[in-house]
């Protein structure tokens, strides 16, 4: 069954306003004046001299509407309150595992994987000019299978003090 | 105009974000739609409606009834920009930082299960393959 979820101190004001009716023929009645003030007439009532009693009901329409509208935002920012500091705080969490994977953890195993390689490679001359075939030595590498690292260069990160020290430095050159 | 009327207070009080979060559920009739969101606006309208409605019971003539609605369009005129505006900026900024922490994820992911143990895989058969040719090479030269 659909529930709708309203702020309890929205609730309760209107509880306040109407003690002694339960919950549910309170909302069963909000409901239909509800349904009543959107059916009206949704533009501003002009003021002109002394209202009769239908401006009146017309202009009470339409401050429920536009007190229904401003109610709908305030309660998207209460009951969503906590979305925005999650939302930072797992940002700071993927920065931080990312950091560590890109600095701490990848670089050193794609350096050790490209070192090896390139000392393959050159035991793989030297033996050829001693003769002897490579590939009839075991275990052999299968290349086009394998992470081509060759090219790969460390990442260099600066803190934000060697960037400012930086800046500082080409500005001087500069003048 | 008139201090304590429900529906002054209650438009008053709309201004406030830093109240409970703490909801109450309500059940609407059956055959009612299951857009909550459509509800929840129905109910409010007839919340502020009936609050209006207490309010203005107790005011004898309509020029008073007016003042009062007009009071609290007032009221709802000078908080509404701010509350928009918060409810924009928070919602905004929530968004970009889900969509960086999805997109970054994807490449932890990638990272953590894929590229790692590629290279933890790979870095032992090139440290074998170098021993071997060493081996070999050491053997060719005695």
């Known amino acids: 069954m659909t529930q709708v979820p309203i702020l309890r101190a929205d609730w309760d004001r209107l509880r306040a306003a109407y003690p002694g009716i339960d919950d549910h023929p309170l909302c069963r009645r909000a409901l239909e004046r509800g349904d009543e003030v959107l059916a009206s007439d949704p533009s501003e009532p002009a003021r002109d001299g002394d209202p009769t009693v239908e401006q009146v009901r017309q202009l009470r329409s339409f401050v429920a509407r536009r007190a229904a509208s401003l109610a709908v935002y305030r309660h998207e920012l209460v009951a969503h309150r906590e979305r925005l ?18 600095k701490d953890l990848v670089p050193p195993l794609k ?13 793989e001359a030297q033996a050829r000019h001693l003769g002897l075939d490579p590939e009839a030595i075991a275990p052999r590498i299968d290349w086009p299978e394998t992470l ?8 260099r990160y600066e803190t934000n003090e060697q960037r400012k020290r930086t800046a500082v430095e080409f500005f001087r050159r500069l003048r | 105009v ?10 008053a009080a709309l201004g406030d974000a830093t ?13 009612a739609t299951s857009d909550v969101d459509a509800l929840r606006f129905r109910l409010f309208a007839g919340m502020f409606d009936l609050l209006a409605g207490k309010t203005l019971e107790e005011i004898p003539d309509n020029v008073a009834r007016e003042a009062v609605l ?7 005129g000078s908080t509404e920009p701010a509350l928009r505006y918060a409810l924009h900026d928070r919602s905004s900024r929530a968004e970009q930082l889900e969509l960086v ?9 990638m990272s953590d299960r894929w590229l790692i143990p590629r290279l933890e895989e790979e870095i032992p058969l090139y440290e074998d ?14």
């Open chain 1, 85 to 102: 500091p999650r939302a930072e705080a797992a940002e700071r969490a993927s920065y931080e595992r990312h950091l560590e994977l890109e």
């Open chain 1, 111 to 123: 350096l050790r994987a490209k070192a090896l390689r390139a000392e393959i490679r050159r035991l």
């Open chain 1, 148 to 155: 081509a690292v060759d090219g790969y260069e460390q990442p």
């Open chain 2, 2 to 11: 008139i201090p304590g009327a429900p529906l002054l207070d209650a438009v």
């Open chain 2, 19 to 31: 109240i409970p979060d703490d909801t109450v559920g309500l059940a609407p009739p059956v055959g």
């Open chain 2, 70 to 76: 007009r009071a609290a369009l007032t009221t709802i």
């Open chain 2, 101 to 109: 922490v999805r997109m970054r994820g994807r490449q932890i992911a």
């Open chain 2, 129 to 142: 393959r170098v021993s071997a040719l060493n081996r070999a090479i050491e053997g060719a030269r005695r």
